[in-house]
């Protein structure tokens, strides 16, 4: 059974339009993330949750809203897509919310805007 | 804000040769991890260090977290192909912040 699963895994998409990505995790952790991966590979951390409860938002353009149902999903809407959103988006868990968690990643979706 | 600067961004070597990777960070981290992804894949986590001066060995990966728990390495002894793809340190700062990762060093290994 896949620990964490993202979907889609690719995403094609026309500028100007609004998408979502779909996280869901098995591991009964509390703690989710979304993470973008540019096309130089740097990782960094957009959203995370703890409980259902939004913990750390960086600085990220409003058009993107995550949202968790429950500690098990954690989905990312997207608006008005633009070409710099073209990246890796992965979602990733971790047991507790702490520093010291290791972080268990999705297998990511490729968002290519056109 | 808060970087944890890793170099060098690229490295090729030769199958057998060896490699290393380094992590610092301007302030001291609490831990440091260190997560491996395969071209095409998602990081994975390798391995966690806490203490001052603590060194960790996965068969031929070597781990190093320094005295001031500012900086970290990881040394790869004679590489193998399987070893290609990008190594990423991510340091822990303090309770209630989320891990920095560094900007990765990518790995690449001819025969």
């Known amino acids: 059974d896949t620990a964490v699963s993202q979907t889609p895994k690719y995403l094609v998409t026309q500028m100007g339009n609004d998408k979502s990505i779909k996280c869901e995790q098995n591991l009964g952790h509390d703690t989710m993330y979304w993470y973008k991966q540019d096309s130089k590979k740097f990782l960094k951390i957009m959203f995370s949750?703890?409980?259902?409860?939004?913990?750390i938002n960086e600085t990220v353009p409003n058009r993107f809203s995550p949202k968790s149902p429950d500690k098990a999903h954690l989905n990312l809407h997207i608006n008005s897509l633009e070409l710099g959103d073209s990246a890796v988006y992965f979602c990733?868990?971790?047991?507790?919310?702490?520093?010291?968690?290791?972080?268990?990643f999705g297998p990511g979706t490729r968002l290519l805007v056109l | 804000g808060q970087q944890v600067m890793q170099i060098p961004q690229y490295q090729h070597v030769q199958e057998g040769e060896d490699f290393t990777t380094y992590c610092n960070s301007s302030?001291?981290?609490?831990?440091i991890q260190w997560y491996k992804q395969r071209p095409g894949g998602h990081p994975v986590f390798l391995i966690q260090?806490?203490?001052?001066?603590e060194v960790k060995k996965q068969k031929r990966l070597t781990f190093q977290f320094g005295e001031a728990k500012k900086n970290s390495s990881l040394h790869i002894t004679a590489t193998q192909t399987t070893d290609v793809g990008t190594y990423f340190c991510?340091?822990?700062?303090?309770?209630?912040?989320?891990?920095?990762f560094g900007k990765g060093t990518t790995l690449s290994v001819s025969s």
């Open positions: 302030t001291t981290l609490s831990n």
């Open positions: 260090l806490v203490k001052s001066g």
């Open positions: 949750y703890n409980n259902k409860e939004l913990i």
């Open positions: 990733a868990s971790s047991h507790r919310q702490s520093y010291q968690e290791t972080q268990y």
């Open positions: 991510a340091g822990g700062l303090q309770a209630g912040t989320a891990l920095i």
